[in-house]
């Protein structure tokens, strides 16, 4: 059983969302996607046809945030937008491609932090313990966590994983097509003014090239009993 937040950082490619899960189910905690969030929110500007870096896209997506709902329980997590399940419809390569520009608005962030903690706190009363995975939740959300992770690894081991995950579902997963997005993404995201990705001072940080999701899950569980999180 985990008890307390357990931070998970990173870019995309590192194998976050499937350790986070993971460590979430064995260890009977609520999990939180949070670009799922910020996913679902893109995916309703370009449903109202808005360029997704203008200001009318805020607004939209502003009003999308209160809208949302997430489920939080690693077997079957789900975003519900306006009662829809979208899951399926934020991966494709259009919201992929639009996220960044609607995630770095202010307005969006702040929108969706305050929805993140609310589900943060309702997974802590229901489970006793949650993962959460993002950019900024050791830095932002929930500065004070008792485990944070900052996960890592090269933009080819990177674009390598994101393209596999394409191809499964379907999807093109070109690895050149997706180094160049992988890129694209990083740069966007390390550098806009709200709460860029970037490691919180306390956080630990694994460098996931030559991990298997078991070693990195096996590292996860070590650091969290060793600060007491697990029992
Ligand atoms: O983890 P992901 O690829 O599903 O995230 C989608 C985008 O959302 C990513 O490009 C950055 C943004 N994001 C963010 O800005 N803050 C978060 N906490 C999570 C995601």
């Known amino acids: 059983m985990l008890r307390g937040v357990v931070a998970m950082d990173g870019p995309s490619g590192t194998g976050k969302s499937t350790v986070s ?10 999990y939180l996607d949070t670009g799922a969030m910020y996913r679902a929110v893109t995916l309703a500007v370009l449903r109202a046809g808005l360029d997704p870096s203008s200001d009318e896209a805020e607004k939209v997506a502003v009003s999308a945030a209160a809208d949302l709902r997430s489920v939080t329980d690693p077997s079957a997590p789900a975003v519900l937008l ?26 969006v962030r702040e929108a969706l932090v305050l929805h993140q903690r609310r589900l943060i706190d309702e997974g802590l009363v229901e489970r006793g313990g949650i993962v959460v995975e993002g950019r900024d939740i050791g830095s932002v ?78 590292a996860l569980l070590a650091l969290a009993v060793e600060r007491g999180l697990l029992r």
Do not use: C, H
């Not at 899960?21 to 609520?30: D, H, I, N």
């Not at 306006?82 to 770095?104: D, L």
């Open 21 to 30: 899960r993971r460590l979430a189910r064995e260890s009977s905690a609520a």
């Open 82 to 107: 306006a009662g829809e399940n979208v899951e399926a419809q934020i991966r494709g390569p259009e919201v992929t491609g639009a996220v960044s520009a609607v995630s770095a608005r202010p307005a």
């Open 141 to 218: 959300v929930v500065p004070d966590a008792p485990l944070k992770v900052y996960l890592t690894a090269s933009e080819q081991v990177r674009a390598a994983r994101r393209g596999a995950q394409d191809r499964k579902a379907g999807r093109s997963g070109d690895v050149e097509q997706v180094l160049a997005d992988v890129r694209r993404r990083d740069q966007f995201d390390t550098t806009r003014k709200t709460s860029p990705l970037q490691v919180a001072e306390d956080a630990t940080v694994l460098d996931t090239d030559n991990l298997s999701v078991d070693d990195v899950l096996y």
